[in-house]
């Protein structure tokens, strides 16, 4: 039995929620599953992708194809905005390097005259999380500390 769109596109919010890049993931399929695609799996293989997935820390929220779901806690823009955070704390830049410091900082950086910001990363776009990232990079800059 052929994959549903549905089913592919589960693995598809999977990958891009785990930050698997497209290599990565055409990896886990040719070990797994000898195929290339996913639209190559049966219905059975792509469950166990799912599971696969899981396994990696994947937990899936009553998501819907093409309706947002808020931005993944765990994806590469908030991974690199806490490394960011991390790095500029070990300089000295930073002072309070906790988590709870992070988030006031990101409050911060997403108030509007509108909106009274965002409390946590895992509830900013990819647009907001970008301008922390650009923040935190300028910050480094100004201060001399090299984050490549």
């Not at 549905?6 to 890049?21: D, N, T, Y």
């Not at 994947?58 to 905005?81: A, F, M, T, Y």
Request: net charge positive.
């Amino acid at each position: 039995m052929a994959l549903t769109r549905k089913m592919i596109a589960k693995i598809k919010v999977a990958q891009g929620q785990l930050g698997l890049s497209d290599v990565e993931y055409r990896k886990i399929l040719r070990e797994k599953f000898r195929k290339k695609s996913c639209t190559e799996l049966s219905l059975v293989q792509a469950n166990q992708l799912i599971r696969i997935f899981q396994g990696m820390g994947w937990e899936p929220q009553g998501w819907l194809p093409g309706v947002s779901q808020g931005v993944p806690q765990d994806n590469r823009q908030s991974k690199k905005i806490q490394a960011l955070w991390i790095t500029l704390h070990q300089a000295g830049v930073i002072y309070d390097g906790t988590d709870k410091a992070l988030m006031s900082f990101c409050k911060r950086m997403t108030k509007t005259k509108t909106h009274p910001g965002k409390d946590h990363l895992r509830f900013c776009d990819g647009h907001e999380k970008y301008t922390i990232i650009e923040a935190l990079k300028s910050m480094a800059k100004r201060e001399g500390v090299d984050v490549g």
